[in-house]
């Protein structure tokens, strides 16, 4: 009865929105109407748009979005996050000197879009005066929600703003022998986004964000001895200033329900206060110095040097209240206990010198074959310390006395100090030698080699000054890795032209490839890709598809248990991702009015990779043959099977109407019907589809003003396979018991009808 309730009141608000938006657009046309049939023919000497010698035009567009809406608003608003009401959609203004020289400016232009009232809008402003100047800025807006519940338990939205700008001044733009750039930009993010915390059990809480960042940057280009040389210094500030809070008694994720099912009632944990503030700042200074000459049109150098330096400071200060089981070290027992107070105090520095280095050399022997090398060098060094401080003050909640650890005398608070030092180095050069032959008009070729050497050094030390439970402190510990590695590549590409109206190109690369920071082992690739272009008439035919397959390989290291024993020996890891892309699309132009487009596109990939599961099963299970050993084997599996159809229609048959139409359908069957039995098995996609039909009109009422008209409606279904099972089940087997829960799909309709008159004022009206 409440659905069909709020069903009828969505209909009577979305009535009203169109009633209203019908009633505003014949009254506006009405007036509009008037005032044209009483205004006078202008004189040649006051021109529309004329303004004191000034050339004018602007126009701004007024309108009003409804909105009939059925399903998880979490979701629509995640994915358009659209309102309805009155908006003031795009606005435009321009002013010129008639005689093209004016002493302040030659053009000044600013531009508007969805500023205020869309999820996303921007300012523009452009004023230039030839010789002199050269101004541009820009200011984006962008309103972000994440609400999407069926994944993370919902324990991760997010509700935020940012605000975006760049300001960039070029004085003496037109020369190029010498010309000076100045610029800064600043990015400010603000808003709530939910996390969790982990103490025994998983909690969830609300981070609140506010960063800033600013950055200044100044700049030459000059000509000199034949060479085009630019330089770019700058210095980026930012400051991270957010906070984590729980403000009320909370139960962890253990003793919760979701979708009707409760995990582990028996073992549950409060968090009944928790504050963490986590606050960093810092400074990156930065230099850019480019350089580029050609010699006799046969051969041309390029180079390229960059050095950035970043400074960062950072604090962790966390004060913890809960009650529950805790984890302590080794060895030591874990009662049920009330937590007073946990306290954490973590303050460190850290610094990032990098330095890059490209150079590039281009040889054109002949008029058909050309030669060329880049080589490119990269190093960085990143080290910091911090400095760890936490104490606790615990009661066992079965006889209320402090916890003392299992110390005959109760210490006053059990605490610990350790001090951390870590350092990253990283030395990598790379070097590309290719050649292109133009065999014939009809066909063309290169073929290339690319040689990477990375050195990797990583290095640690840990220094406890004081253990949590006063015991006799551990000695430091020192750590020191290295590796180097290199990777071979072979590059292809080719270009076809079959007739003179059909043209194919393709491209192809194999061999391995580094990472900087994960998985040192090199990963074996290869990527295909070919595009075809074909012009016939009236039509044109485009087609292209790519192949990708990744081999990442790695290895485990041992599980051991508590007494040292090896409980999951270590094995090989490979993740292997494969990606299919096939995309064909055909537009027709019968005529300059009409335009016609079609196409589809079809995406696969697929990522398997081993794992491993910490699982703590009482029967035996295989590889561990002896049972409750914590850890399995397993294998993880994600699937994306994407069809993607759109077409698009506009024309405009008369001169006073346009219109456009278009369909979107969109249908990822992810991993079809195959479901995971094993908890070792994880096997997820996200199947979804949509519907978005749109159409718009345009009427030229008068020369100053348009009227547009338009509808969307977007339908989106999932159908999610993410399983949730009580966890007490799982005590003697890891087969996923046959009641498994799946999660609440989030599908919406939407229907949004939009209308809105632009206005048309000086120029831009009389040259309509």
Not at 295 to 300: I, Q, T, V
Not at 375 to 384: H, L, P, Y
Request: glycine share 8%; hydrophobic share 35%.
């Amino acid at each position: 009865m409440t659905n069909e309730i709020t069903r009828k009141t969505k209909r009577v608000v979305m009535r009203k929105n169109i009633l209203f938006i019908t009633f505003v657009v014949i009254g506006l046309t009405l007036i509009t109407t008037d005032l044209r049939a009483q205004t006078a023919t202008p004189t040649p000497a006051d021109q529309a748009g004329n303004f004191g010698g000034y050339t004018v035009a602007s126009s701004i567009e007024f309108g009003v979005r409804g909105l009939a809406f059925d399903g998880s608003d979490e979701k629509f608003r995640s994915d358009l996050n659209y309102r309805p009401g009155f908006r003031i959609w795009d606005s435009s203004f321009t002013i010129s000197p008639v005689d093209g020289k004016g002493k302040l400016f030659d053009t000044l232009q600013i531009k508007t879009s969805g500023w205020g009232a869309d999820p996303s809008g921007f300012i523009r402003v452009g004023m230039d005066k030839t010789g002199a100047y050269r101004f541009d800025a820009t200011v984006r807006q962008i309103k972000l929600i994440n609400r999407v519940s069926n994944l993370a338990l919902g324990y991760h939205p997010s509700d935020t703003d940012r605000t975006l700008g760049d300001f960039d001044v070029t004085l003496f733009p037109e020369r190029e022998e010498f010309r000076l750039r100045f610029g800064m930009s600043f990015n400010k993010t603000n808003g709530d986004r939910g996390s969790s915390t982990r103490t025994r059990d998983v909690f969830p809480m609300v981070e609140s964000l506010k960063s800033d960042a600013g950055d200044l940057r100044a700049g030459f280009d000059t000509k000199l001895a034949g060479f085009k040389l630019t330089f770019t210094g700058g210095l980026r500030r930012f400051d991270d200033f957010g906070k984590f809070v729980i403000n009320s008694r909370q139960v962890g994720v253990a003793g919760s329900c979701f979708f009707g099912i409760c995990i582990s009632p028996t073992d549950i944990n409060f968090i009944n206060r928790l504050e963490r503030r986590n606050p960093s700042s810092g400074d990156t200074e930065y230099g850019i110095f480019t350089m580029n000459r050609t010699f006799a049109e046969r051969l041309d150098l390029t180079g390229r040097f960059i050095y950035s330096q970043t400074n960062n400071k950072f604090s962790i200060l966390e004060n913890l209240n809960y009650d529950g089981q805790i984890r302590l070290p080794s060895g030591v027992t874990s009662p049920a206990l009330f937590v007073d107070n946990n306290f954490f105090d973590i303050s460190g520095r850290s610094k990032r010198p990098q330095s890059r280095g490209d150079l590039g050399l281009t040889y054109a022997a002949t008029e058909k074959i050309r030669f060329s090398n880049t080589f490119t060098f990269d190093q960085f060094t990143s080290f910091g310390d911090s400095n760890y401080y936490e104490s606790v003050t615990a009661r066992v909640q079965s006889t209320g006395l402090p916890y003392t650890g299992g110390l005959p005398q109760p210490p006053p608070n059990l605490d610990t100090r350790t001090l951390y030092w870590r350092q990253h180095n990283l030395k990598r050069f790379t070097n590309t030698v290719e050649g292109d032959f133009q065999v014939s008009k009809q066909f063309s070729f290169s073929l290339g080699y690319r040689y990477t050497h990375r050195a990797v050094v990583i290095g640690l030390r840990n220094q406890p000054v004081k253990d949590l439970l006063n015991r006799p402190v551990a000695a430091p510990t020192f750590e020191v890795d290295e590796e180097e590695n290199s990777a071979n590549i072979f590059l292809f590409g080719a270009k076809i032209k079959p007739t003179s109206n059909w043209t194919i190109y393709a491209k192809a690369e194999t061999g391995s490839a580094d990472n900087a920071f994960v998985r040192l082992a090199n990963h074996d690739y290869t990527n295909v890709n070919v595009k075809s272009n074909l012009n016939y008439g009236k039509f044109t035919f485009h087609m292209s598809g790519s192949i990708r397959n990744n081999e990442n390989p790695s290895r485990t290291a041992n599980y051991t248990n508590s007494s040292g024993a090896i409980t999951l020996p270590a094995f090989d890891i490979i993740a292997d991702v494969k990606s299919r892309l096939l995309s064909t699309y055909v537009d027709y132009v019968p005529d300059p009015r009409w335009t016609i487009s079609t196409g589809y596109t079809y995406s696969y990939l697929s990522s398997k990779t081993d794992t491993v599961v910490p699982l703590s099963l009482n029967a035996a299970q295989p590889p561990n043959p002896t049972g409750n050993l914590g850890f399995l084997r397993g294998f993880s599996e994600f699937y994306m099977k994407d069809n993607y159809f759109f077409v698009d229609l506009s024309g405009q048959p008369t001169n006073r109407v346009s219109f456009y139409a278009s369909y979107r359908y969109n249908n990822d069957k992810g991993q079809g019907s195959r479901a995971a039995t094993l908890m070792e098995r994880f096997l997820s996609s996200y199947p979804f589809k949509s519907h978005t039909p749109e159409f718009r009109l345009a009427f030229k009422l008068t020369r100053n003003l348009d009227w547009n008209l338009g509808y969307q409606y977007n339908r989106y279904d999932e159908k999610l396979q993410f399983g949730y099972f009580p966890y007490n089940e799982l005590s003697n087997t890891n087969v996923i018991p046959a009641n498994a829960t799946y999660p609440t799909n989030q599908n919406y309709r939407a229907h949004m009808p939009y209308t809105s008159l632009r206005f048309y004022f000086g120029g831009g009206a009389a040259d309509r």
